[in-house]
């Protein structure tokens, strides 16, 4: 007879706490995505990219920083709402710490021209930190037509036309569910299959 396949073993709490810690201590500007998908899915594969993506998504659609949000969503799947609150303290702790040291020592220095410059270049890494994120993350949707339409669209709408946030969300997001709704084809139905056997292996992760 066959054994069941053993559950897979939970992280300790010492382990989110330094991944998480390490993603707040080394992005900057918002690459901590990048960071975290990295340490997440490709090092400690404790989510796969599919799933991580599916918080991104939750996280994209609720207020607040959407590194907090992933903190909060990635640590209660790991470990519940303890590991939720650790994920959150271990990401939050770095830049908390260094935003007041370097608030102390702004007072004096704001008007040298050499940290002026540091900070430019800090922008320009953002930047470019969250570009590859955008490719990582994104590289599926940039090579399906529709996809490409949609996300032109959000682009100019809040780049060009400067449309409130909220807006774009309520009229291009559900344009974007019209055209993604199930239709009853065989595609459909096979990916709806998928969904639930995610579905229920996320429910038995769960449970464990």
């Known amino acids: 007879m066959n054994e069941a396949p053993a559950a897979p073993k939970q992280p300790g709490f010492g382990a989110i706490f330094t991944v998480f810690l390490a993603a707040g201590g080394v992005s900057f500007g918002g690459g901590v995505l990048a960071y975290l998908r990295d340490y997440i899915v490709n090092g400690r594969r404790w989510l796969d990219n599919d799933d991580f993506l599916d918080a991104l998504e939750v996280s994209e659609t609720l207020p607040g920083l959407n590194s907090v949000n992933m903190a909060v969503i990635i640590g209660d799947r790991l470990r519940g709402i303890a590991g939720a609150a650790v994920a959150v303290f271990g990401l939050m702790l770095p830049g908390t710490v260094a935003m007041m040291t370097l608030g102390a020592l702004w007072v004096r220095q704001s008007q040298n021209p050499n940290v002026n ?3 430019v270049g800090v922008a320009a890494a953002a930047v470019g930190l969250l570009l590859t994120v955008t490719l990582q993350l994104g590289h ?15 682009f100019v709408a809040v780049s060009v036309f400067k449309i409130s946030l909220l807006w774009v969300l309520l009229t291009i997001g559900t ?3 019209w055209f993604y709704r199930p239709r009853g084809d065989a595609a459909t139905a096979e990916h709806m ?16």
């Open 140 to 154: 599926k949707q940039f090579v399906r037509p529709l996809d490409l339409m949609l996300i032109a669209a959000t």
């Open 193 to 208: 299959v998928h969904l639930r056997e995610r579905l229920h292996s996320h429910r038995a992760h769960w449970r464990h």
């Open 117 to 119: 410059a540091f900070l």
């Open 175 to 177: 344009v974007a569910v």
